[in-house]
């Protein structure tokens, strides 16, 4: 019967929309010369479409619009606003539907997000700029009612495709940022973008993606791009990408018995380009110390975590508000490229250091019980990887990305800056490594079609 109700809510839609837009080119028809009105159309009609493919196609354009919105190309500023209308449509519709089909669990971990998101609201309340701190915890609202529901919704059950899918577009991701590259645009903006997202993503994904049993071609292709992908973290001189994506990557080596594409990368390097390993202090003095004259290794992150710890001390209960610091002496207009907010805070910072000091203690508890609750699920995937020495599971890249991410926010300030494209995938996958964790009651249950099908010259992953 709600099916009948709603086919025939379709039908009617249909049939009354061209009488509506016949009625506005006589009436107003300013508004069919007008680019503005127009776009707005084209927008509305793309978004309805791509609510009736919910599942397969609104992660992607999720991703799609915050990416868009941070690089810095043309295209970036179209996005800025879009994207917000994209995420409450994505969270409303996941909601919805979630509501309808009662077919997932909401445990701890989602009264925890719940309860980190009031903590958020609660802290706007006392904030010096109460307007930016809502947005920014609405906004946190939305992004963790859509990973709770919407992205759920598109991995469960379709874990191959999602997947699949996740894996192709991170490598059309990297080749696209390297031709950039090559041409002489940097279209991650800045290097600790271009670090953090090589680094804490694609690293992970790529690597886990050449573990897996596909064709020579794939395989190969994998392994050539992983190899751009470390290589666009060692051009952008980012310590932090770099020590995210090699953890990431070891703990792969070690559980999944990938050492060897290791070492042929380091062999690839020192053929290809040996000054990058002979020229050991010039690399040291670049990458790790930053040029520091002093010969510190966090020489570069002294003057912010300061900053971070005055305010803490100042705004120790409820904060400063999310994404905002009390800082009289700086324009509150002024944004950076981890944050989406007006009045950000330091970049090169820390985001634990951040979320003290923007909710305060009070407000740090339940995030606080969120992140340990998450590395609970990491180290039981890494453990089911140790035992079983198979990294054909769903719930593997999602363990080494949120562990990469760990590693990389305690020393950039992106991982609660929901305008931020790593943010929103973090959270994501954050909410889906829950589901799909493994369990001693659950084992295998999500093993991957590649553990099954041997194909010729492909890499096996179990043993």
């Known amino acids: 019967?709600?099916?009948?109700?709603?086919?025939?809510?379709?039908?009617?839609?249909?049939a009354l929309c061209p009488l509506v837009l016949v009625y506005f080119a006589y009436s107003r028809p300013g508004y069919f010369g007008s680019q503005t009105y127009m776009?707005?159309?084209?927008?509305?009609?793309?978004?309805?479409?791509?609510?009736?493919?919910?599942?397969?196609?609104?992660f992607p354009i999720v991703m799609l619009a915050f990416l868009f919105a941070g690089v810095d190309l043309p295209v970036g500023a179209y996005w800025t606003a879009a994207r917000w209308l994209f995420l409450a449509v994505a969270a409303a519709a996941g909601a919805v539907l979630m509501l309808k089909?009662?077919?997932?669990?909401?445990?701890?971990?989602?009264i925890?997000?719940?309860?980190?998101?009031?903590?958020?609201?609660?802290?706007?309340?006392?904030?010096?700029?109460?307007?930016?701190?809502?947005?920014?915890?609405?906004?946190?609202?939305?992004?963790?009612?859509?990973?709770?529901?919407g992205v759920r919704l598109a991995v469960t059950g379709n874990e191959n495709r999602f997947f699949t899918s996740l894996l192709g577009g991170c490598e059309v991701f990297v080749a696209g940022v390297a031709v950039l590259s090559v041409a002489g645009i940097e279209a991650m903006g800045n290097?600790?973008?271009?670090?953090?997202?090589?680094?804490?993503?694609?690293?992970?994904?790529?690597?886990?993606?050449?573990?897996?049993?596909?064709?020579v071609w794939v395989h190969r292709r994998r392994l050539l791009l992983y190899g751009v992908?470390?290589?666009?973290?060692?051009?952008?001189?980012?310590?932090?990408?770099?020590?995210?994506?090699?953890?990431?990557?070891?703990?792969?080596?070690?559980?999944?018995?990938g050492t060897g594409i290791i070492l042929t990368l380091i062999a690839a390097v020192a053929i290809l380009h040996p000054e990058t390993l002979s020229n050991t202090a010039s690399v040291t003095s670049t990458i790790l110390y930053k040029g520091s004259s002093d010969g510190s290794l966090l020489a570069s992150r002294q003057s912010p975590w300061k900053a971070a710890t005055d305010s803490i001390s100042?705004?120790?209960w409820f904060g400063t508000g999310l994404g905002t610091t009390e800082n009289l002496d700086r324009p509150t207009g002024s944004t950076g490229m981890f944050s989406s907010s007006s009045v950000v805070t330091t970049e090169n910072g820390s985001s634990y250091l951040a979320i003290l000091a923007g909710v305060g203690i009070v407000g740090a508890l339940p995030f606080s019980f969120l992140l340990l609750?998450?590395?609970?699920?990491?180290?039981?995937?890494?453990?089911?990887?140790?035992?079983?020495?198979?990294?054909c599971h769903p719930a593997v890249p999602l363990a080494m990305v949120l562990l990469a991410g760990l590693i990389h926010a305690g020393f950039e300030d992106w991982l609660f800056a929901p305008g931020y494209y790593l943010c929103v995938l973090f959270w994501t996958f954050a909410f889906v490594l829950v589901d799909v964790a493994p369990s001693p009651a659950r084992g295998s249950a999500f093993a991957w079609r590649f553990e099954a099908e041997q194909r010729t010259g492909g890499i096996a992953s179990s043993r």
């Open 39 to 58: 776009g707005g159309l084209i927008l509305l009609e793309f978004l309805a479409v791509a609510v009736l493919m919910y599942r397969q196609v609104f």
């Open 373 to 391: 609750f998450l590395l609970s699920r990491v180290f039981r995937t890494m453990w089911w990887m140790l035992k079983t020495g198979n990294a």
């Open 112 to 149: 925890i997000a719940s309860f980190a998101v009031l903590a958020t609201l609660i802290s706007a309340a006392v904030s010096q700029y109460p307007g930016v701190a809502i947005l920014k915890a609405l906004s946190f609202g939305l992004l963790f009612l859509y990973a709770g529901t």
């Open 229 to 257: 992908c470390m290589y666009l973290v060692f051009h952008s001189h980012s310590r932090d990408g770099l020590g995210a994506a090699l953890i990431s990557s070891g703990l792969l080596c070690i559980f999944a018995t």
């Open 1 to 14: 019967m709600t099916e009948r109700i709603y086919k025939a809510i379709l039908i009617a839609a249909a």
């Open 191 to 215: 290097p600790n973008s271009l670090g953090a997202v090589m680094g804490v993503a694609a690293a992970p994904l790529l690597f886990w993606g050449t573990l897996l049993n596909e064709t």
């Open 314 to 316: 100042s705004h120790y």
């Open 101 to 110: 089909e009662h077919s997932h669990h909401f445990g701890l971990f989602h």
